[in-house]
């Protein structure tokens, strides 16, 4: 009994820890929270003794250690920056795709400043914020007019309901994709106030089928929808954008294209087996839909091109209101656009595109280095170089396999679960693929500079630190 007054009397006070000139780390934090945590910490303690389960003095290290946790947990924000080491290049839960240098210099330039936004600077008067980038698309793209809006899943919204409002859309039933959260075709048509119209059979589908469906009283649009995260294999037929192009004309029925994934140029010699954009233009599609976030690499967003007649309906719809994009997804996506004009740099620009495109011996190489910072970083474990496969992610390709490598790790005494665990709650969270009972880093989707912070990552995990 004596002991633990003994104890409480050692307590370090409130106003003493707040003397601490340690704080300084802290000055951005309001007092009030300061103070509030100050207490919560001793409280901590003073039950641990009045439990019995502290049996020693607190001393003012272990308290300010504590303290700190706290702290860094409450500053903390909910949307944090994590270190993909999954292989999964559109990670989808995980943002998608990295933006480019030029996109993130671009919206930081735009963010704390005003803005061209829409203000024509020549003629001294508003101006119009789909100006901004209908230009550069065009130029990348060789559309004839282009807008863009909130995400792909608007883009298909607005140009339905624009387009065929109370009228049909003709849609081959092998294309009634749900994407990611459930996105679904159908239901996005009938809150377009469009009628689905659906032709042929889940694996076959023919240009005779859509020539039966046709009505020139209630047929508005045509439409094909790329099949981005699925496929259908086997005895299978369906109509090619060319083919529906044709009797779109022979009917004057517009065709659209939602191609989800907004590949501008061909792929196809690193792996990728993709529609490109200016495939689908080239076809004749009179509408094009993509993401901004997919394969095009850029900032969340949904692009629109084709035929400017089609363009400006959608333009004037009330729905352009409520699908417009901000100024920061304008800054970004300008300058997205802008690593295109010149083919050779979207490549080395993009950090999605770069991903995709890295050789499997970069890749080893650089699963190579990894293991080496590991395990001087971080003895203690095993790390073996491992073959292994990653993905283009985010729904797209989902036949398309790509060949990489990663860093396994094993020991230390922790199973593959517990160390998965572990690294997500890191400081800078790292977050793998569990693959045979081994954790994996795969190096595909970690930047060279961030091999660094994967390595205090699994330092933190070694001493247990198991931080929120
Ligand atoms: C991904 C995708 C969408 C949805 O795009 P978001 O930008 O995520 O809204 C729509 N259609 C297709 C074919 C897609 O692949």
Sequence with gaps: MEERHELLRGLPKVDEVLL?????????????????????????FRQEILSG??????????VFDKLSKILKERARMNLRRVLNATGVVLHTNLGRSRLSRQAYNAICEIADSYSTLEYDLKLGERGSRHDIISGIIKKV???QAAIAVNNNAAATMIVLAALARGKEVVISRGELVEVGGAFR???????????????????????????????????????????????????TEDVSLNEMVELGKKYSVPVVYDMGNGLISDLSRYGLHEPTVSEALKAGADIVLFSGDKLLGGPQAGVIIGKKKYIDI???????????????????????????????????????????????QSLKLRAGKLKEIFEEYCPGFNYEIEECIDQVGGGSAPTDDLKGYG?????????????????????????????????????RTLS????????????SAQEGEENA
């Design 448 to 459: 060279d500079d961030e091999f660094l912070l994967a390595a205090q990552a699994v330092k």
């Design 314 to 360: 959608i333009k004037k719809h009330p729905l352009a209101r409520a699908f417009r994009v901000d100024k920061l997804t304008l800054a970004a996506l300008e300058a997205t656009f802008g690593s295109y004009i010149d083919g050779n740099n979207a490549i080395k620009d993009i950090p999605t595109l770069r991903m995709i495109c890295e050789s499997v």
């Design 407 to 443: 860093v396994s790790i094993t020991g230390g005494g922790l199973s593959a679960q517990k160390l998965e665990r572990r690294l997500r709650k890191a400081e800078t969270p790292l977050i793998v693929r569990i693959n045979h009972d081994r954790v994996l880093v795969n190096v």
């Design 53 to 62: 389960e502290r049996t020693c003095q607190v001393n003012n290290e272990e």
């Design 141 to 143: 793209t060789g559309a």
């Design 20 to 44: 601490d000139e340690r704080l300084f780390l802290f000055a951005s934090t309001p007092r009030d929270i300061i103070v509030e945590s100050v207490r919560e910490v001793i409280d901590t």
């Design 185 to 235: 075709i159908p239901d996005v048509m009938s809150e377009s106030g469009a009628i689905l119209k659906e032709v042929g059979a889940t694996n076959k589908t023919r240009t005779s089928d859509y020539i039966a469906a046709y009505d020139p009283e209630k047929t508005a649009i045509f439409l094909k929808v790329h099949t981005s995260n699925y496929r259908i294999v086997g005895f």
